[in-house]
């Protein structure tokens, strides 16, 4: 008889590695789920009778094995895992440390010294240790934490670079062999559990329990389609994840008269919600701490004004900005000094140099840092919306007037109109509790020259102006850079490669332009990474990775009318860019190296076959 496995993986890259070793054994049958901690509960508790072992990992497992009665098996982190995510580590020029139980401490100090590499060890007991031993860590100069999924995304939700120490085949063969031991001397059991009978599940208000981490317990039809979930989701979820707004009302109805009702007015999905959050005098034996009720208002969004521009997900710090070199330094350092005050801030840089993550870590750092950050897409809205999106309207309040808003970032000021600009510098002048940041891909004193920019506006900014270097200026980061990326991709593909081959950095990756900057050599280094099937990029992964790259574009503008030649190597294609910039310059190679932000060495260097004449 076949052993029914129920897997939670919880990272994808597990499940596509739990799956392909379950074919080889004919004694297991294997359903695999990626989710992690509580969004792993409605899962296991849906499953009800149909599996005899659950299989999972860290944190993951423990906190299933509290909420179920079937046999729960940990997929062990091995000398082997650890071994692979130090060797990624171990050449950074980041403060690196590992955060974890004392299980997976032990097995890191032991590498680490066969690897002659000292690397910070905090040592926690529970999952609630986490937070605090990232704090610690981070006073103390720590910028990328290793550890299990729970301290990775703690440290990705407090603003760190976390990297998931993986596991092999090797760790999922021993966890199998456990299983099938446990299901050996194990009784099959499993128990139903039904939460809160006594709620009307048709009722047309929305009803949550929630306990006190802000985790769902329970949510009936109503509440769910309220937020935009399927009730077969949204129990287990946590609401700080569905909207950051929630942390605080959860404070403050903690703070208010038991059962007395905290009242507050959201909107979702288009839709304004009035909410009560009643703290009950008589904690209930099931865990929850708030009750919560929904109560839709009647009618829809049809006010610009309305338009949700809120950033639900994790929000990053400076720590996550990778990079050593004195320009990345520098930007990082003045950047910080800017969000300490509640002046405007202008943040100029090219395409896909992370103007959008300083924004971010501005806001994190900031005196506001706990009221909301919005991120308005100024090329994508009207000026009729983008005025009622700011200032309101007779029926709703603007952005700039609303004590809860404490960012706001204008992305592509340059497609505000200048009437909206004049308006923005009257605000501004007479005082607003949100903090403005504008970004702008061209200098500021280009925008001075430009009809369509209002000169005073611009001028304010004078003081407060962030310029961000591009890729091709801090070459020497993108080592950093790679590791970070390698990481995440790991913890997506269940792949377990250390790092890029010396010649293919320094020949290859730090001997481009890079026009798209972080973004191009994201799309770059992922391409080489899925062409990669052992522990290093090397050159002949790397050279694949670049037809992946190049059949990419290709696809990305068939159908499209264009004029770029993209046949032949990158490298060809780079010198036809190149070449075409220079012709767009008169031939004046002063010109187009100032243009492209390099020197004429470099240029001559990357166009000198063809510039033979």
Known sequence: MQIRVLAIAPYSGLKGLLESMAKEDTRIHIDVEVADLHNAIPIVQSAKDRYDVILSRGGTSTLIRSHVTTPVVDIPVSGYDILRVLTLVKNANSKVAIIGFPNICRGVAEVSSLLDFDIPIYSIEQAEDVHQALQTAFIQGVQIVLGDVVTVRTAEEMGYNGILITSGRESVLEAIGELKRIYDVVLKAQESEHLFEHILEHQRSGVMAVDEGGSIIYANEAAASLLGYNTSVIRGMNLTGIDPVWTRYLEEASKSPADGANKQTKWFQKRQVSIEIIVPSMQSHAGYKYLVYLYSSEGKMNSPATFNFQITERIASFAQIMGSSSVIVQAIKRARTMALTHHPIWITGEEGSGKQLFCQAIHSASPNSTDELYIIPCDQLSEAELDAVLFGTNIYPGLLFKESVGTICLDQIQHAGSALQQKLLSTLTTGTHARLIVTCPNPIKLMLKKDEMNQPFVLSFMDMYLHLPPLRER????????????????????????????????????????????????????????????????????KDGWLKVKEYLQSETSGHTTSLNLSGTWDEIEQRILLEILQNEGMNQSKAAKRLGINRSTLWRKLKDVLQY
Do not use: F
């Not at 792949?495 to 290859?508: A, F, N, P, S, T």
């Open 475 to 542: 070459l020497e980061d993108i080592g950093e850079i790679a590791r970070v990326l390698i990481a995440n991709y790991n913890s997506r593909h269940g792949k377990q490669i250390v790092g890029i081959r010396q010649e293919v950095l320094e020949d290859d990756l730090m001997n481009k332009l890079w026009p798209g900057n972080i973004q191009q050599l994201k799309l770059v280094i992922e391409s080489m990474l899925a062409c990669t099937n052992g522990h290093y990029i090397g050159p002949k992964e790397a």
